[in-house]
Structure formats: structure tokens, C-alpha cells
């Protein structure tokens, strides 16, 4: 599930359709009452929350799109915040169109014009011809290819347990960019509404509540997988060994890449992922990473040198709006 934008104003973004109208939505209380915000939750532990596993029917959306108004947060059932992503080749270039599917469905993304990022104040993107992503909440930036479609600074990526019926979020980014938005569409339960899938996704959080840049690396890389790809099956995830990283601007921290394997190929968008997330100390002393998360095993999967290419971009700033 992945959760989607805030209006500034406190009301509904007039850009979003009406959520009680469209199929898939739940309510959950406003981030900002009794529950930590989705996007600085703490990082879930590995065993993952209560409750028996969902079976998964064809073209289910695994991440979400939450919309942030005044009082509630909205849950779209159906999935990521667009993006374009590029093919993931070593050089960069997009690749051709999906051969295999995935598993997530797609939301509708912001347009350039809707992206607060731009304006005076905004990070520069260290890298020629790529784009500035940034998280103006925790003062993170990382650039991305040119063929990557970043979204608004409200807008919030997650995934849920099939089976919870408050599709309450395992973990979550917010401020992400998107690769190839619509790369995989499915109407598995045939009701005339196509789900479509990104390829790949990336973004930053705060990990509220976490003991170690170690745990936060491990299980947050792990739970993407199993979110968006694996489920109900956790032992179809697997987690390499915890590194050490450190990005160009210096930032140090641990890296952890998941993937699955063997994941039940029920639907046109069924396939494996993978994810790779990078925790660190931001320099308030707080918890925080980058995740990346996508399609694996397939003609345009995202290699694994374009996503420690796009992770060393990784770099604090102060927002203008910041005191």
C-alpha cells in the first residue's frame, strides 16, 4: 500500500478524486492524533504484526496511495505513487517494456507543476542530467535518473497486510520517485478497474523507535519484500549480511538489501522483488533511511549498480522553510 498527498491548505486536494467513491478506500485516524505518522513509524519487528496470513488474488494491490487531508487519512487499495523508472542498465538508459509483471498497482502521480521541490531553497541535484528528490520533513534529498518521476513532498508510499482490514502500514516513504508508473496493469477481480504496478520505487523516512541503523536496515528491506511481493509467505524473503555504507556527501550508516524467491506467479503482476534499505543518524540525532524497492527477475529490473548509483546521492540539507 502506499500512501499519497496532503493538501496545503488542510482540506482535500481538489487533483484527487472523491476517496468515499472510489473502490479500495478505508479510513485510519490522522497521523498527527494517537498513531505515529506512517512515514516515522517505528520499524516493525521481524516476526511482523499479529494476525494470520491473506491469501492473495489475482492483481491485488499490494502498496497503497494515502491521501493527507485535515482529519483523515485516506488508504487506496490500489497502489504506488507513479513514477517513471528507468530500465536500471549500468548506463542508465530505459530498457523496453515489461516481459513479466509485478505486484502493486498504481495511483495517479503528481505532475511537475504540482512538486513543491522546485522552488527557492530547493537541493540541487549532484548528478548531470538527474532529478532532486526530496523529503523537506527530514531534510534528506537523493537524486534519480532523468526517467524517474518524483512526487510531492505529501505524497506516501506503503504496504499493509493483505488481510487488515485498517490496512494499517508495515512500513512506509514518503516523498518518493517512481519508476515506469504504470508498468504492469491487471483487473484480477474483474470488476472493470485496472490495478496497475510500478516497477520500482524510492524514498526516505524517519525510524521513530528504532534501536540500531542494523535493525532498521535488515527488517525495513525485508518487510518492503514481503509487503509488496511475498505475501502471506515471510520465508520466501531473505535478507543479506548488514554492511557498512557511506554516501558521497559522507553520510555513514548500514545497508541491507532483501529479496524473494519462489513468490506464486496467481496473477499477471505476480513476480519477485527486491529492496535495499540504507539507516543512518541524521545530524539531529534522529533515525532515518532511504529505501528502494522494485521488481526482480525481470527484462527491466533495476540493477543493483543503478540503485547503489542512486543511494549514494543520499545527503541532508536545511529546507528553506527550516529555521
Given at each position: 500500500?502506499?500512501p ?49 496470513p ?11 496511495v ?35 509483471s ?44 532523468a526517467?524517474?518521476v ?112 519462489g ?10 522483488g ?50
Open positions: 500500500m502506499w499519497g498527498e496532503q493538501s496545503s491548505t488542510g482540506g482535500p486536494d481538489p487533483r484527487q478524486p472523491n476517496p468515499y467513491r472510489q473502490p479500495g478506500y478505508q479510513q485510519q485516524p490522522h497521523p498527527g492524533q494517537q498513531q505515529p505518522a506512517p512515514w516515522n513509524a517505528p520499524t516493525v519487528a521481524s516476526g511482523g504484526p499479529a494476525g494470520g491473506a491469501g492473495r488474488g489475482p492483481g491485488d494491490g499490494r502498496t497503497k494515502v491521501a493527507i487531508v485535515a482529519a483523515t487519512v485516506v488508504v487506496v487499495a490500489a497502489a504506488v505513487t507513479g513514477a517513471v523508472l528507468l530500465g536500471g542498465g549500468e548506463d542508465d538508459g530505459a530498457r523496453p517494456g515489461p516481459t513479466a509485478s505486484p502493486s498497482a498504481s495511483a495517479p502521480s503528481a505532475s511537475p507543476a504540482d512538486d513543491p521541490r522546485g522552488g527557492d531553497g530547493a537541493p540541487k541535484a549532484t548528478v548531470e542530467g538527474w532529478t532532486v528528490v526530496a523529503n523537506p520533513d527530514h531534510g534528506l534529498a537523493f537524486d534519480v535518473p526517467s524517474w518524483p512526487q510531492s513532498r505529501d505524497w506516501v508510499t506503503y504496504v499493509a497486510e493483505d488481510d487488515d482490514p485498517d490496512e494499517k502500514p508495515l512500513v512506509a516513504m514518503k516523498a518518493p520517485a517512481v519508476l515506469k508508473e504504470k508498468w504492469c496493469g491487471s483487473d484480477g477481480d474483474r470488476d472493470g478497474s485496472v490495478e496497475y504496478t510500478p516497477l520500482a520505487s524510492a524514498g526516505t523516512r524517519g525510524n521513530n523507535g528504532a534501536r540500531s541503523t542494523e535493525e532498521i536496515a535488515r527488517t525495513d528491506s525485508a518487510t518492503w519484500v514481503y509487503g509488496a511481493f511475498a505475501q502471506p509467505d515471510r520465508d520466501k524473503v531473505s535478507t543479506g549480511p548488514v554492511t557498512p555504507f557511506t554516501t558521497d556527501s559522507g553520510i555513514e550508516g548500514s545497508l541491507a538489501t532483501s529479496r524473494s524467491a513468490v506464486a506467479k496467481k496473477g499477471k503482476c505476480d513476480v519477485n527486491k529492496a535495499t534499505t540504507f539507516a543512518f543518524k541524521s545530524a539531529d540525532g534522529d533515525f532515518v533511511s532511504w529505501s528502494f524497492f522494485g521488481a526482480a527477475g525481470v527484462a527491466d529490473e533495476v540493477t543493483d549498480a543503478t540503485v547503489r548509483r542512486i543511494l549514494a546521492t543520499v545527503r541532508e540539507y536545511t529546507p528553506s522553510d527550516r529555521p
